[in-house]
């Protein structure tokens, strides 16, 4: 059984450019949290998505969006890259209001 | 504002020892709480849930819960030198992460 799955693994991107970070949930699992994680602090919520909805929101701004697909896969976008937006960035699924599983995570340089 | 407060560490125990983990958190209203462990470089594991106050058990570690004092801890016993990494406590309702804490064990 495939755990979370996260692509691509690494990317460099440029002030002002776009990003697509694409996530794969586990098996069984419907609910889908995307998190940014800096060097050294925990993870920051950003959102996450349940029946194709978002349905929880952290503090993050509108350049961060995303998306559920009805097979619970998941985009995270991010427009306007800030070279503060780089960080590794973790999907993790659960079935809902359960247990997270974490995904590899997609590092981001913004250059 | 909600917050989920970890001593950053280090904390370095003997191989062997015991190591404790701490964690607390502001908001009297939460119901799930969980410990991960992240190696450098790699994304967070979980290791334990923990609901319902007082103590679970999971070989080796143990999740402790104080919804009075509104503190969670992780004990870890017979620590190994695997075990070193960075230990994060997470509350699932608000999807708040501490910054975790980075034990180091020596062998």
């Known amino acids: 059984d495939a755990g979370v799955t996260q692509s691509p693994t690494h990317l460099i991107k440029t002030r002002g450019q776009q990003v697509t970070l694409r996530c794969s949930p586990k098996?069984?699992?419907?609910?889908v949290s995307w998190y940014q994680q800096a060097l050294g602090q925990g993870p920051q919520f950003i959102f996450q998505?349940?029946?194709?909805?978002?349905?929880q929101r952290g503090n993050f701004p509108d350049r961060f969006s995303g998306h559920q697909f009805p097979n619970y896969s998941s985009e995270l976008n991010v427009n306007a890259l800030l070279l503060g937006d780089s960080a590794l960035y973790l999907c993790?699924?659960?079935?809902?209001?359960?247990?997270?599983?974490f995904g590899p995570g997609t590092r981001l340089t913004v250059l | 504002q909600k917050e989920v407060e970890q001593n950053s560490g280090p904390l370095s125990v003997p191989e062997g020892a015991i190591a404790s983990l701490n964690c607390t958190y502001s908001?009297?209203?939460?119901?799930?709480f969980f410990w991960y462990r992240q190696y450098s470089g790699k994304s967070p594991e979980l290791i334990m849930s923990?609901?319902?106050?007082g103590d679970k058990e999971d070989g080796r570690f143990t999740a402790q819960l104080n919804k009075a004092s509104q503190y969670v801890s992780l004990l870890i016993r017979d620590s190994q030198p695997s075990d070193s990494a960075t230990y994060l406590c997470?509350?699932?309702?608000?999807?708040?992460f501490g910054a975790g804490t980075r034990l180091t064990v020596k062998p």
């Open positions: 997470a509350v699932t309702e608000d999807m708040r």
């Open positions: 908001d009297r209203g939460s119901q799930s």
């Open positions: 993790a699924s659960s079935p809902r209001d359960n247990e997270q599983f």
């Open positions: 098996s069984g699992h419907d609910t």
């Open positions: 998505y349940y029946e194709e909805e978002e349905r």
């Open positions: 923990i609901y319902s106050n």
